[in-house]
């Protein structure tokens, strides 16, 4: 991997995860911890993180976390039309997942005024935004907080889902592709993603069509783990194809703009 093809990489962990310790990222690039270091500090000469002693965090965090306001803010108008489609989806008696994500807030957003509804989710800002909702009933998980995306992972957040069974989950992704599937910039979400997907009984993956053709860090595995995709109708032949040939359902939501 080239160096900015690198500190690219280091970013979105960044981006997903907050902060990150020099040797962890040296493990999961498989280069040295001076090589490491050399990334960092032209990162934070590029104003984009700021060191600390043994790793590095993401600039604004404090100030992103206390007005709740997830980092990534990207194509809000697909994802808005998405999260519309989604609602064609979600009856009343439903026990739904919603993963954390900018565009399962966008659907938790177009939930607010449902009754008889019943919403697990690991992000913080899911739960605050319909838990004082009196027709939905919000669960959270456990598990370690990500500042950055507002949510809880790792072992004790899958650990939740053991034993559930739920009839929809709506799940996020930050790449993908035919070669390396569902992808996602932090390792210690895809135990929750796995254990998502096995509680529910159906799975749609919610993703705008830039997420095609993306491939982060951390692979969760083969395109066959969801039933259908629900995405914008920027998205090409070729990748709707792809899905059709793994038996995946595409479901095109139509934007206003």
């Known amino acids: 991997m080239l160096a900015n093809q690198r500190k690219s990489k280091i970013i979105d962990i ?16 498989k ?14 000469e590029e104003g984009l993180i700021v060191r600390e002693h043994g790793g590095a965090f993401l600039k604004d965090i404090p100030s992103q976390v206390q007005s709740m306001t997830l980092a990534n803010q990207d194509n809000l108008d697909l994802k808005e039309a998405i999260a519309i489609k989604c609602l064609e989806f979600i009856e009343s008696g439903d026990t739904i997942i919603l993963d954390s994500g900018s565009t399962t807030t ?24 319909l838990g004082t909702e009196p027709g939905i009933e919000v669960i959270m998980t456990g598990g370690e907080f990500k500042p950055p995306t507002l949510s809880l992972t790792g072992q004790k957040a899958a650990d939740f889902f053991e034993g559930l ?18 992808t996602y910039p932090s390792l210690s979400d895809l135990v929750v993603k796995k254990a998502m997907i096995e509680a529910a009984q159906i799975t749609y993956l919610v993703a705008d069509h830039t997420k095609f053709g993306q491939n982060a ?13 629900i995405t914008d109708a920027g998205m090409e032949k070729k990748d709707k194809q792809v899905l059709k040939d793994n038996e995946i359902e595409v479901i095109i939501a139509k934007s206003n703009t």
């Not at 960044?14 to 690039?29: C, H, N, P, T, Y």
């Not at 860090?217 to 995709?229: F, N």
């Open 14 to 29: 960044l981006k997903e995860d907050g902060s990150a310790k020099v040797v962890a990222l040296a493990r999961i690039f």
């Open 31 to 44: 280069v040295t911890e001076v090589t490491i270091r050399q990334d960092l500090e032209k990162l934070e």
């Open 106 to 129: 966008e659907i938790a957003k177009k939930l607010v005024g449902y009754t008889n509804l019943t919403v697990i989710t690991n992000a913080l800002n899911i739960a605050l935004l």
């Open 165 to 182: 069974n739920v009839q929809k989950l709506f799940l996020a992704t930050a790449g993908i592709s035919l070669k390396s599937g569902l």
């Open 217 to 229: 860090l951390a692979s969760l595995g083969a395109l066959s783990l969801i039933d259908y995709i």
